[in-house]
């Protein structure tokens, strides 16, 4: 259990300084990495970080400090950075800490077995993977690299108002970054895998898989522009998703930054999409018990059979829109205000295999992977032209892999014509939030490729 009486004092100086409510946010981490490059481990990094925020209402005013400084010294200063950063600012919009009573256990998320993994069996796991990688096939390069880590991370929160609530979790992942050289022409794909337990991590899986992806990816070529049915892979579909899910946040919608602004209610997605965000412990991994506010989360569709069922809210957004809060309050550290932001966040699996979509799609293309999100991708109206590669799809069955393509089209519009979804459900790796999707197949978007 967490020891609230070391934070305690911070909570009195803050009402002795005159502030009406305050909260205290402590958080910490620890992550360790190391890459296996040509033999040998590199770039072993241990990096851990504790923090402790203060926050408060002070004349209507909502003060934010950070320190990651500890003693009496630093907590009065903490006290006074907060005081001054309230005087500073005219917002007009009501302020608020959480004052809801409920009870809730203690929860750790961080399995024992992997605090309990040595920093050398680590380094050993990520020379494995890139030995392995090589021994799958002679034409893997020199700039293959592989990646092994572990995460934990701890908050604690505490307020005025007798609030407090604690919880930790952790995760362990290994990456395989295979790049193989096939005459004059190189071709790289990554594989990965996270667990709550390192000893879920097989580097044989990892590697073979980043190996035939790459394999794949020889001989591909641009192909013909045109307007054709589009199946999105789990990857490529997560990075719509991710791209575009702060349309989904009540705070975005009220700025004006999002055209699902009073849409509650309404269908915006083809009826076989159903969108959930769900803060359990399994999943994405990005669970957690209680949001960034002391709010505890539970699980919603966002989206339940095509109908927009509920945007997500933190207790200031939901006072506005005379709703409650969905516990969807963010904070991914002591450094950060309140912002909103989902969970484990996935399109939900359908009923259909791969191969399925594809026959469904007859003649189109699989988008195997996206880039240029950040420049390519508008939230606001939700255009996007990115840049990406694939498999071609000719009779309903996998043909050559294609590269040197852009997908373009909208999202909200995407949603709309939705036409199969598949059952294999993968999440990316976990951070803040962690976003989920199977196979999507798109009615038809537009493919710009060579000129013929």
């Given at each position: 259990m967490a020891d609230y009486a070391k934070y305690e004092p911070i909570l009195e100086m803050a009402k002795a300084a005159g502030f009406s409510r305050a909260e205290v946010f402590v958080c910490t981490?620890?992550?360790?990495?190391?890459?296996?490059?040509?033999?040998?481990?590199?770039?072993?990094?241990?990096?851990?970080?504790?923090?402790?925020?203060?926050?408060?209402?002070?004349?209507?005013?909502?003060?934010?400090?950070?320190?990651?400084?500890?003693?009496?010294?630093?907590?009065?200063?903490?006290?006074?950075?907060?005081?001054?950063?309230?005087?500073?600012?005219?917002?007009?919009?009501?302020?608020?800490?959480?004052?809801?009573?409920?009870?809730?256990?203690?929860?750790?998320?961080?399995?024992?077995?992997?605090?309990?993994?040595s920093p050398e069996r680590k380094i050993a796991l990520a020379l494995e993977m890139e030995r392995l990688c090589k021994a799958e096939d002679p034409r893997i390069a020199s700039g293959t690299t592989c990646e092994v880590g572990t995460t934990t991370s701890a908050c604690l929160l505490l307020n005025t108002e007798g609030l407090r609530r604690e919880f930790a979790r952790g995760a362990a992942y290994a990456v395989a970054d295979a790049v193989l050289a096939d005459g004059?022409?190189?071709?790289?794909?990554?594989?990965?895998?996270?667990?709550?337990?390192?000893?879920?991590?097989?580097?044989?899986?990892?590697?073979?898989?980043?190996?035939?992806?790459?394999?794949?990816?020889?001989?591909?070529?641009?192909?013909?522009?045109?307007?054709?049915?589009?199946?999105?892979?789990?990857?490529?579909?997560?990075?719509?998703?991710?791209?575009?899910?702060?349309?989904?946040?009540?705070?975005?919608?009220?700025?004006?930054?999002?055209?699902?602004?009073?849409?509650?209610?309404?269908?915006?997605?083809?009826?076989?999409?159903?969108?959930?965000?769900?803060?359990?412990?399994?999943?994405?991994?990005?669970?957690?018990?209680?949001?960034?506010?002391?709010?505890?989360?539970?699980?919603?569709?966002?989206?339940?059979?095509?109908?927009?069922?509920?945007?997500?809210?933190n207790l200031k957004t939901a006072h506005k829109a005379g709703k409650t809060s969905t516990g969807n309050a963010s904070r991914p550290s002591h450094l950060s205000t309140v912002g909103t932001a989902p969970t484990n966040f996935y399109i939900a699996p359908g009923g259909f295999a791969p191969e399925e979509l594809y026959a469904k799609a007859g003649d189109g293309v699989r988008i195997d992977e996206l880039q240029g999100a950040h420049a390519g991708a508008n939230p606001i109206s939700g255009d996007f032209s990115l840049s990406a590669k694939g498999v071609r799809i000719r009779g309903g069955k996998l043909a050559e892999p294609v590269t040197q393509i852009t997908v373009s089209g909208n999202f909200y519009r995407m949603l709309e014509s939705v036409q199969a979804v598949g059952k294999d459900l993968k999440f990316g790796v976990p951070g803040a939030s962690a976003f989920g999707t199977p196979s999507l197949l798109v009615e038809r978007l537009d493919i710009a490729g060579k000129d013929e």
């Amino acid at each position: 259990m967490a020891d609230y009486a070391k934070y305690e004092p911070i909570l009195e100086m803050a009402k002795a300084a005159g502030f009406s409510r305050a909260e205290v946010f402590v958080c910490t981490s620890e992550a360790f990495s190391v890459s296996a490059h040509k033999g040998k481990a590199e770039d072993l990094r241990v990096e851990r970080r504790s923090g402790v925020a203060l926050r408060g209402l002070l004349g209507g005013q909502m003060g934010y400090a950070a320190t990651e400084a500890e003693g009496e010294a630093a907590y009065a200063e903490l006290v006074r950075a907060a005081a001054e950063n309230a005087a500073l600012l005219e917002s007009q919009d009501e302020q608020f800490l959480y004052d809801g009573d409920e009870k809730l256990a203690w929860v750790s998320a961080v399995d024992g077995s992997l605090l309990a993994v040595s920093p050398e069996r680590k380094i050993a796991l990520a020379l494995e993977m890139e030995r392995l990688c090589k021994a799958e096939d002679p034409r893997i390069a020199s700039g293959t690299t592989c990646e092994v880590g572990t995460t934990t991370s701890a908050c604690l929160l505490l307020n005025t108002e007798g609030l407090r609530r604690e919880f930790a979790r952790g995760a362990a992942y290994a990456v395989a970054d295979a790049v193989l050289a096939d005459g004059d022409r190189q071709y790289e794909e990554v594989a990965y895998r996270f667990s709550r337990k390192f000893e879920d991590l097989d580097p044989a899986v990892i590697a073979r898989e980043a190996v035939q992806m790459a394999a794949a990816d020889v001989g591909s070529a641009s192909m013909p522009s045109g307007a054709m049915p589009v199946v999105f892979s789990p990857e490529a579909a997560r990075t719509l998703l991710s791209t575009f899910a702060e349309v989904f946040s009540a705070e975005e919608c009220q700025r004006g930054f999002s055209l699902l602004a009073g849409k509650e209610g309404e269908k915006i997605a083809a009826p076989c999409v159903t969108i959930w965000d769900d803060p359990s412990d399994g999943l994405g991994l990005a669970g957690r018990p209680f949001d960034g506010e002391g709010v505890p989360t539970q699980k919603k569709a966002v989206i339940q059979d095509g109908v927009l069922t509920t945007l997500l809210y933190n207790l200031k957004t939901a006072h506005k829109a005379g709703k409650t809060s969905t516990g969807n309050a963010s904070r991914p550290s002591h450094l950060s205000t309140v912002g909103t932001a989902p969970t484990n966040f996935y399109i939900a699996p359908g009923g259909f295999a791969p191969e399925e979509l594809y026959a469904k799609a007859g003649d189109g293309v699989r988008i195997d992977e996206l880039q240029g999100a950040h420049a390519g991708a508008n939230p606001i109206s939700g255009d996007f032209s990115l840049s990406a590669k694939g498999v071609r799809i000719r009779g309903g069955k996998l043909a050559e892999p294609v590269t040197q393509i852009t997908v373009s089209g909208n999202f909200y519009r995407m949603l709309e014509s939705v036409q199969a979804v598949g059952k294999d459900l993968k999440f990316g790796v976990p951070g803040a939030s962690a976003f989920g999707t199977p196979s999507l197949l798109v009615e038809r978007l537009d493919i710009a490729g060579k000129d013929e």
